[in-house]
């Protein structure tokens, strides 16, 4: 199964795109630190250097003089943890409401789906904010806030599958051998409910590393990490006069988030049997 969606995948010239180009930031995230392992918090060099106006500061300096490019690297960790950390935390409590729901059905399902709308009634970045603020602003806050708002369309994906699900034959089988209702839902239910949950964990992580940038930019971020939020937010007061350090890690959210959603249309080709047959 696996070879046969990598197949579908390097087939897709828009997954195949974004696929580089994670494989380009992850390589930053990871390797930047040994080419650039300075404090990016620290004063590196003379104030509001352009980009090409001296090696040291490759991609320039803001206006306290600390390196954009060492900033940069932090901001890749950052919003790739956040990212990956908030995602699975979302498709960790939509697959346990959904997959609940739609198997046992009744006032279960009903009880559920009600907590569910009750988080869909409220804007996920305005509940972002509140968790955030209400708690200590963190990484590990701004992990628990992000995943704790975007669960509710991955339960209502898995609901729907699981709804289908429990009525095939396979199912029946399983039920007449004597398998109990957690193992039926971990090996036989969940399995065959994974792919549209892949595809759209894909699309939360671009999701979450916006709400992450914005949250810093806002100045809800972690006050002991840069990340690149963070710098458009101490730039943005001279971004007419040296619009280079909104304008760099702005090019660098878009292209992470392009990534990802490439990625993810990637996915949902390659999972999506109905797209095959065409």
């Given at each position: 199964m696996y070879r046969i969606i990598l197949e579908h995948i390097l087939q897709n010239r828009a997954a195949i795109a974004g696929l580089l180009l994670l494989v380009a930031v992850i390589l930053i995230a990871v390797l930047g630190s040994f080419y650039l392992p300075g404090d990016p918090w620290e004063m590196a060099n003379a104030p509001m250097l352009w980009p090409g106006d001296d090696p040291d500061s490759p991609l320039g300096t803001d206006i306290m003089g600390r390196d954009i490019a060492t900033g940069m690297v932090s901001g890749a960790k950052v919003s790739l943890l956040v990212g990956f950390a908030s995602a699975f935390i979302s498709a960790l409590v939509g697959i346990t409401f959904g997959a609940l729901g739609g198997f046992y059905r009744g006032w279960v399902d009903a009880f559920l789906m009600r907590i569910t709308e009750l988080f869909q009634t409220v804007p996920q970045f305005v509940l972002a904010v509140v968790l955030v603020a209400v708690f200590k602003p963190s990484v590990v806050t701004a992990v628990f806030a992000i995943g704790i708002v975007s669960w509710p369309p991955t339960a209502r994906l898995v609901r729907s599958a699981f709804l289908v699900l429990r009525e095939r034959e396979f199912v029946l089988a399983a039920r007449t051998l004597g398998m109990s209702d957690p193992r039926l839902i971990l090996t036989q239910l969940l399995p065959n409910a994974l792919p549209p949950v892949i595809v759209i964990s894909a699309l939360n992580i671009?999701?979450?590393?916006?709400?992450?940038?914005?949250?810093?930019?806002?100045?809800?971020?972690?006050?002991?990490?840069?990340?690149?939020?963070?710098?458009?937010?101490?730039?943005?007061?001279?971004v007419v006069d040296a619009w280079y350090i909104c304008g760099i890690p702005g090019i660098a959210i878009l292209v992470v988030v392009l990534a990802f959603n490439l990625l993810g249309e990637g996915l949902n080709d390659a999972l999506n049997p109905q797209l095959h047959k065409r």
């Open positions: 671009a999701t979450a590393i916006l709400t992450e940038a914005s949250l810093s930019f806002l100045g809800l971020g972690d006050p002991n990490v840069m990340s690149w939020g963070t710098i458009i937010g101490n730039g943005r007061e001279q």
